[in-house]
């Protein structure tokens, strides 16, 4: 059976409807439309979106040694893109530093990794619009990490309205 080489669960604050992987905060992609509905990705760096505008999002970022199993059942999409890493990949929020609580998503060195988004609650984020520290998130994202050859997006499950705002905008 195989596990993750690294993983944890956290909250992640998100502003904007929007946070980031970088390595380089000059790499982040502007986005006009999201073809995966979740992620867009660039070398050394990466925009995802939250349903929410401003608050946390629950977060499990888990870093493998290779692909890891698809699990679809408990999530409304899910998503995979490749990342060229040429230093660290960290999440952060788009107005903060890196959250170190999390691994760093390069964690295998300078390369190309695959990263798959699972996404549950964009839509009820959208609806809450923002969320304080003390009230439970009702939104969460979990990213898996592994070292891959560059290839397509795939978009694996779409669901929610949040993500085909993003597809057809």
């Not at 349903?51 to 290779?66: C, F, P, R, S």
């Not at 609650?121 to 990490?145: C, F, L």
Request: glycine share 8%.
């Amino acid at each position: 059976m195989v596990h993750p080489v690294w993983e944890v669960r956290a909250r992640l604050f998100v502003s904007a409807r929007q946070y980031l992987i970088v390595g380089n905060p000059d790499h982040v992609p502007i986005p006009e439309r999201v073809p995966t509905g979740v992620i867009l990705t660039a070398t050394d760096g990466a925009l995802l979106l939250p349903g929410l505008n401003t608050g946390d999002i629950w977060m499990k970022a888990e870093t493998w040694a290779e692909a890891p199993p698809l699990e679809l059942d408990g999530w409304d999409d899910v998503v995979e893109a490749s990342y060229n890493a040429t230093q660290e990949a960290r999440l952060c929020a788009v107005d903060g530093g890196p959250a170190e609580r999390f691994p760093n998503l390069a964690w295998n060195g300078p390369g190309t990794y695959r990263l798959r988004v699972s996404t549950r609650g964009r839509d009820a984020g959208s609806y809450a619009d923002a969320i304080d520290e003390d009230e439970e998130p009702v939104e969460e994202h979990r990213i898996q990490s592994w070292p891959a050859p560059p290839s397509p997006a795939v978009v694996h499950k779409a669901t929610d309205a949040v993500g085909r705002y993003w597809r057809t905008a």
